[in-house]
């Protein structure tokens, strides 16, 4: 039976409708169907907002052996997990070489590959993250990845946590309280369950540390449209609220569970969900949201808080490839780099075929 998207189908899936799901988003082999019957028919599929094309570039030879997409706000934050993840599991660039943005010429995106690793950033906000997870999931159809894991590496609003603490995922809603991602299409609202994978949660969950200098935490996640008045904050340009009502709000939402308030969950989970793809949120918290609005704490607190999400899904993908015995196998192989900075950028000029 098809998912409608109300509580009870979201929450009762029998194992039957799990596997029949399974068989509309999964070829046998464990790589991606898509649920687009159009696709196939195209001569090309240009993925235009990461620079990419199912007949411009092999994508198989470049991304087939993708196991782990993960996804990020900034360029800066994505480039830097690039290169921590590569650290991470002993990889090892070519001497005189460097890692590429394989989407810079796209002006939108950035995106590195190391390894069996995508790193990318999806920008702020539910239509930015959505847009890169339609190419995203079409990139692992074309490339034929197996049974690839998304991750959101992100930055949030904490509610009655400590600044600095790493909150996991396990459940999404909307500012009114609802677990579908619902956007209008042809005319009409359509709902789609915003669904993460528990199990993934436990496991990233189970690899924090008590030895960790921050608590690491399980919970819903509450994803806003907006950073001021969508979040109940009284400092943006506009506000038609008092303190009183934001504080009853908030106090309400923590009542409800929720840990957290980012941007982009929703269509995240959904969207992931509706591809048959596992996935996971990990992000920060930046502040804590019933003691102010504010996103003051300085800039080298808040780039260490940023490593806390990045280091939990390093020992996650570390241990994953350790257990397929994948970890020091890496020589060169897998990553996308470039020979230098000026070489670069004459090559990806010449084989630029669209911006
Ligand atoms: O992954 P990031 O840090 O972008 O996540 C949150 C949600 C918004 O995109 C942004 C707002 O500051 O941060
Ligand atoms: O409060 C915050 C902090 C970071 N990102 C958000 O969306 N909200």
């Known amino acids: 039976m098809a998912n409608c998207g109300c509580k009870d189908h979201i929450n009762n899936n029998t194992e039957k409708e799990n ?3 399974d068989s509309l988003t999964r070829y046998p082999d464990g790589s991606v169907k898509l649920r687009n019957p159009h696709i196939q028919l195209m001569d090309q599929d240009i993925l235009y907002h990461i620079a990419l094309g199912s007949e411009s570039h092999d994508l198989i030879e470049m991304f087939g052996d993708v196991k782990f997409v993960c996804m990020g706000g900034t360029p800066k934050r994505m480039e830097t997990f690039a290169h921590y993840i590569m650290e991470e599991i002993g990889y090892k660039l070519p001497t005189g070489t460097t890692l590429m943005d394989i989407s810079q010429y796209s002006y939108r995106y950035s995106m590195y590959k190391v390894g069996p690793v995508i790193s990318v950033s999806h920008g702020m906000g539910v239509a930015s993250i959505g847009i890169l997870l339609h190419e995203m999931i079409k990139l692992m159809y074309h490339a034929k990845a197996k049974e690839p894991i998304f991750i959101r590496i ?3 609003g904490g509610l009655d946590l400590e600044p600095g603490t790493v909150v996991i995922s396990d459940s999404v809603v ?3 309280g609802n677990s579908f991602y619902s956007m209008p299409i042809l005319g009409k609202i359509v709902k789609r369950p915003a669904i993460l994978d ?3 949660a ?3 969950k189970a690899l924090a540390s008590v030895d960790d200098p921050y608590d690491t935490t399980v919970g819903t996640t509450m994803c806003a449209e907006d950073f001021y008045e969508g979040q109940g904050r009284i400092d943006g340009a506009f506000c038609d609220f008092t303190e009183t009502d934001k504080m009853q709000y908030l106090e309400d939402l923590v009542k409800k569970g ?10 995240f989970s959904a969207l992931t969900h509706l591809a048959g793809i596992r ?4 992000c920060v918290t930046f502040l ?4 102010g609005d504010q996103v003051a704490a300085p800039k080298e607190v808040m780039n260490e808080y940023q490593e806390r999400p990045q280091k939990l899904v390093a020992r996650y993908i570390k241990k994953y490839l350790q257990s397929k015995g994948r970890l020091s196998s890496f020589d060169g192989h897998g990553s996308i780099a470039v020979k230098s900075p000026r070489r670069f950028k004459l090559v990806q000029q010449e084989s630029q075929t669209f911006e």
Do not use: H, Q
């Open 154 to 156: 992100g930055t949030c």
């Open 288 to 291: 804590n949201r019933l003691k």
């Open 19 to 21: 596997e029949a799901s």
């Open 202 to 204: 436990r496991e990233l």
């Open 198 to 200: 528990k199990k993934l």
């Open 258 to 267: 929720v840990k957290n308030i980012e941007m982009e969950s929703l269509p």
């Open 279 to 282: 996935a996971a949120i990990v």
């Open 174 to 176: 909307d500012g009114l």
